[in-house]
């Protein structure tokens, strides 16, 4: 687009990270355009690392919005295995760990659902059940770098209280030539293998390729990847603590029971990304890109459920120790336990498919077009099972244990005493050795109802969701440049986007196909299917069977059942989510002078109408059966969005910027499903209201949900001291309003038959629903220090050396509709990072470290269903050596590189509690450390 700023060639060099500019002038002032090029651009003679810091640092300084970026060192190099590794690390940014993966990000204290993810600007579909994205789909060897937006402008496509996060890949005819390039990475973790069939090393191989041709006017880019990356776990997991008091009045909490386990995954990842230009002339730029990424992360877990308080044996009192500051029962013996023990899979299959077409054409000096159509789609399914083994079927059957706890000081969960082994396959044997099949239909088909094996015909459970998510887009924007004062031009445009997300939630409960009521008991776990043991000395419980469970359930030895005829909480988290929005925009490209300063910019003005509709069930059950009927609920509402971003150059290193804007985030898909367990007493002669004069009572999701509204206002101060180093100062404050909370709400059943068969009065057709509701209000506030400081401004014998830091504190004051407080997801009251880094001659050492706050996390709790913890701060302990040899003056080897690293070197855990009691672990899972040693050569 058009507008009085540094010429094309300019901004090349700027986006190259090769330049930096000492001072742009006005329109006015401009005597040409290569004439400022030649007076004002100086090369900076750095690579790798140091180079991709420069180029970062010129997409911050140049921006018009606040923003953090990252570039790639090379072509399919970026300065992480790992894209959220690389984001985690950026002021104000940090991430959560999914097994072991940096993944969810949170921007400002702002959990992911508060921001936008979009590829090459347009805003992408999620594998998961909400809109966050999980950015381990993302290969960081197809990027060339990431720009987060911490302040908007109209023109941005995303939407977001907390900012939006850019993914961008290469362009090639940005390129001067032919680039052939080959990565390859091996990877290992530092445990040795936790499960007999696991494998501990993993592979990683890129292959990129990128030409021009017809004199620069065609540019291809193609990348293929491919992964397999290993990850282990030792984990600690508490069913909860139960509290009770003695005949004195004293409180006490104790162990209810724990679910430790050994995971091994391996996560598979197969991605093809293509690029193609067109630039016949100076006024036509035609840009095509697709992304096809399959995506496997299969899980090996097995462990012993132990239960306590809530289990079979009797506690015996000799051996109680209690905790004299928390009331918490330190030690204790049960006699006549029953454990079960598991052997379970889980995989997790996505696609992700993504393509986009850019069309622009400047029509004269004074208009330009953009026209920009998008299609993402992703498909999940998941496959989790589980399968149960032990000493005898049912309560009070088959051997029984005596097994103790106690806490060794670690607060890493408890030890546990036990006198049975686990790992005899003549005693564990595969059957359920708790009730666990409550289900009347599991009972019913077994013919156990009323016998003394009711409710014992469940040997284990299969999860199956699955989520498609498709989303499709169009833009259309004119710009026209200004002669003005104060304008140099404005951009107007309208944008389309069409968003589907379907969910379907299933379950299957698993029985022994030997199980009958003239066979009841366990089966014995046949001998081609045994694998040894799986060792759990971490939690004291020593070896245990290890079987292929998946292989059991695939060749039959196990028959389902589905959960669904029984259990409403399936058809509840089933929905499918409708979003069509349409966006109307301005804004106006700002450049004066003011009190003698240079203030650049811009102000715009964004309208976005949405229609959102899901479709779901109206459900209940009636002798013992799941009855459905469909519904289909609609509704509209729409906003107006003003942004302003101001720039003032003190000079020509200075810069404050000052940001305001009204944004929005929009409700979580799972809370905004049509279905929804109902009872209707709008029937019958004489029917009675509830207290709000409504004849239907629902619970679920409530698809009425608006977006929650923010306005910020930002204020940094930036001082680029020196070619590769700032420092930055930011203050930012956020008014928050619409939030999301539980609630009750009115919904309008019209057209919506009551599951039960009573005939539907047409005046008695409003419920109140038990859900989600808009209401509660706040702020959030607080600051960022920033540095990147190259050791060569001191002196230049520390050349080379440098170090980048940044530190975020966040403070809330926000309350639910009742007026009480509430912390939001995601928020650390303080997150900081620091890199420190050499680069000369060839070496390049890499040192990072990043520690973030307790915070409020989601996690997956039974059936896949997303619930809130509170986790542990963490300090992650990153490192990496490489060697370029073509750096390092060694012509033949021109293009090699290799490097060495080591992620959580540390070994940090993941830990959360219950009641903010150190004591009372929920949950603590060691990963242990990570190591890559990996080459590249670029032809």
């Known amino acids: 687009m058009l507008t009085f700023q540094p010429n094309k060639l300019t901004m090349a060099l700027v986006a190259a990270g090769l330049v930096s500019m000492a001072s742009t002038a006005t329109a006015q002032e401009q005597a040409s355009a290569e004439q400022q090029a030649e007076e004002n651009i100086e090369v900076i003679e750095v690579s790798g690392f140091r180079r991709s810091l420069v180029k970062s640092m010129n997409t911050k300084r140049f921006s018009s919005s606040v923003v953090e970026a990252i570039s790639a060192e090379d072509i399919g190099k970026l300065p992480d295995s790992s894209i959220a590794e690389s984001i985690a690390r950026l002021p104000g940014l940090t991430a959560q760990r999914l097994d072991g993966r940096a993944s969810k990000i949170s921007i400002r204290g702002f959990g992911e659902n508060e921001s936008a993810t979009t590829f090459n600007g347009r805003e992408q579909v999620s594998i998961d059940d909400n809109r966050g994205v999980q950015f381990d789909l993302y290969p960081a060897e197809i990027m060339s770098g990431v720009t987060v937006y911490k302040t908007p402008d109209a023109t941005i496509e995303g939407e977001g209280i907390a900012g939006v996060v850019d993914l961008q890949t290469v362009r090639p005819l940005s390129q001067d030539d032919r680039v052939i ?60 603590y139960p509290e009770f008091s003695d005949d004195a009045g004293n409180s006490y909490s104790i162990l209810g029971g724990a679910k430790p386990f050994v995971r091994s995954s391996m996560l598979n990842r197969d991605t093809v990304m293509g690029v193609l230009e067109f630039a016949p002339s100076d006024d036509i730029h035609i840009t095509f890109d697709a992304l096809h990424v399959d995506f496997t992360d299969e899980k090996i877990l097995r462990g012993i459920e132990v239960p306590f308080a809530w289990g079979q044996g009797t506690i015996d009192p000799e051996s109680v120790v209690v905790d004299p500051e928390t009331g918490f029962i330190s030690q204790a013996t049960t006699m006549g336990q029953r454990v079960v023990v598991r052997n379970d899979y889980e995989e ?223 058809e509840t988290k089933s929905y499918t989510v409708q979003e069509e929005i349409v966006s109307l925009f301005v804004k106006a490209d700002l450049d004066m002078e003011i009190a003698g300063f240079q203030v650049t910019g811009n102000a715009g003005l964004r309208y976005v109408d949405t229609t959102q509709s899901s479709q779901g069930a109206a459900i209940t059950t009636e002798d013992g059966l799941v009855k459905t009927t469909p519904t289909d609920i609609e509704h509209t509402y729409s906003h107006l969005l003003p942004s302003l971003n101001l720039s003032m150059r003190i000079d020509d290193n200075q810069t404050v910027r000052f940001g305001a804007a009204k944004t929005i985030s929009r409700a979580r898909m799972d809370e905004m499903n049509a279905s929804i367990s109902t009872n209707y007493f709008g029937g019958g002669e004489a029917p009675k209201p509830d207290e709000n004069g409504n004849f239907w009572s629902v619970s679920g ?239």
């Open 181 to 240: 390039q080959i990565n390859g990475t091996f990877e290992q973790t530092s445990f040795e293998e936790l499960n007999p069939d696991a494998d501990n090393d993993g592979f990683r191989g890129t292959f990129s390729y990128m030409d021009q041709f017809a004199d620069d006017t065609i540019g291809i880019a193609v990348a293929v990847s491919t992964m397999e990356s290993p990850n282990q776990e030792k984990r600690w997991n508490s069913w909860g």
């Open 348 to 570: 997790r299959e996505a696609q992700l498919d993504s393509f986009g077409v850019n069309f622009e054409y400047n029509i004269n000096d004074r208009w330009s077009l953009e026209a920009d159509a998008s299609y993402a789609k992703v498909e999940r399914q998941i496959w989790s099972m589980e399968s149960y083994a032990g000493t005898g079927r049912g309560d009070s059957r088959g051997v029984a244990d005596n097994i103790g706890y106690f806490l060794d000081g670690s607060n890493e969960g408890a030890k546990f005493t036990h006198e049975l082994d686990y790992s005899d396959y003549n005693l564990i044997q595969l059957g359920g050795p708790l009730s666990w099949g409550w289900s009347s239909a599991l009972n019913d088909k077994y013919g156990i109802t009323g016998t003394e094996y009711e409710n014992q015909a469940q040997d284990g459970f299969l999860n199956t969701p699955s989520v498609d998510d498709e989303l499709t887009a169009l833009k259309l924007a004119a710009t026209q440049v200004v002669e003005s004062d104060f304008v140099t031009a404005v951009t107007y445009g309208v944008s389309y986007k069409n968003r589907e997300k379907t969910k379907d939630s299933n379950g299957f409960f698993l029985t022994v196909s030997s199980f009958s009521l003239d066979n009841p008991g366990m089966m014995m776990v046949p001998e081609e299917y045994r694998l040894g043991s799986a060792n759990l000395d971490f939690i004291g419980m020593g070896d245990m069977i290890a079987y292929d469970s998946r292989g059991l359930v695939e060749d039959g030895y196990y028959d389902l059942l589905s959960e669904r005829l029984t259990d409403p909480s399936h």
């Open 701 to 939: 999701g409530n698809p009425a949900l608006e977006p929650k509204e923010a306005v910020g206002l930002d204020l940094t101060y930036e001082n680029y001291f020196s070619d590769e180093g700032y420092f930055s100062v930011a203050l930012f404050h956020k008014s928050l309003d619409n939030w999301i909370f539980d609630g009750n709400y009115e919904v309008d059943m019209t057209g919506v038959a009551d599951p039960a068969g009573t005939p539907v009065n047409p005046d008695h057709t409003t419920a109140t629903g038990s859900g989600k509701i808009n209401g509660g209000d706040g702020t959030l506030y607080g600051y960022e220090l920033s540095v990147t400081l190259p050791f060569n401004a001191f002196s230049d014998a520390l050349d080379g050396f440098g170090v980048i830091a940044s530190y975020t504190g966040v403070e809330q004051d926000i309350e639910d509709p009742n007026g009480n407080e509430y912390v939001l997801p995601g928020l650390s009251e303080s997150i900081s990072s620091v890199t420190g880094y050499y680069e000369n001659h060839g070496l390049q050492v890499r040192v990072s470290v990043r520690n973030r706050d307790d915070f409020k996390g989601d996690v997956y709790g039974v059936g896949f269903s997303t619930q809130q913890v509170d986790i542990e701060g963490e300090t992650i302990v990153d490192a990496q050596i490489g060697y370029d040899f073509g750096e390092a003056g060694f012509e033949n080897l021109e293009g090699l590189s290799i490097f060495l690293q080591g992620y959580n070197l540390t070994e940090e855990p993941f830990k959360s509690t219950y009641n903010e009691n150190a004591l009372q672990v929920r949950d603590f899972q060691d990963y242990g450390a990570n190591y890559m040693l990996g080459f590249s050569y670029k032809l």
